[in-house]
């Protein structure tokens, strides 16, 4: 098997560089390593944005279903109010019996 070389030249921000007698499979190996934690970084921090995401859906869920249960608290209340007639009305018992 014949280890090929060859030269690597670069112009990276106005500065140029140069490997001379690198092997291929050398910058093969490097360059797919950088692309490898690339790779990695990038799932790590879609990771902790993932899981700030959740946290925040899940307090605004919790909220919402506080919300639900006191709109469903009113809700019975009222019904009770309307269900008597209205010489009989007793908001207390009313309040009492919604929750």
């Keep these: 098997m014949t280890?090929?070389?060859g030269e690597l030249a670069a112009k990276i921000g106005g500065q140029e560089v140069s490997l001379k007698g690198v092997s291929?499979?050398?910058i093969a190996t490097v360059l797919t390593l950088i692309l490898v934690c690339l790779i990695g970084y990038i799932l790590f921090a879609h990771q902790q944005d993932t899981r700030e995401t959740s946290v925040a859906f899940v307090g605004a869920l919790k909220e919402q279903t506080v919300a639900i249960k006191e709109q469903t608290v009113v809700a019975r209340e009222q019904n009770c109010l309307i269900s008597?007639?209205?010489a009989q009305r007793d908001p207390e018992l009313c309040r009492r019996l919604s929750k």
Aim: no cysteine.
């Design 3 to 5: 280890d090929e070389t």
């Design 24 to 26: 291929i499979n050398t």
């Design 84 to 86: 008597m007639p209205a």
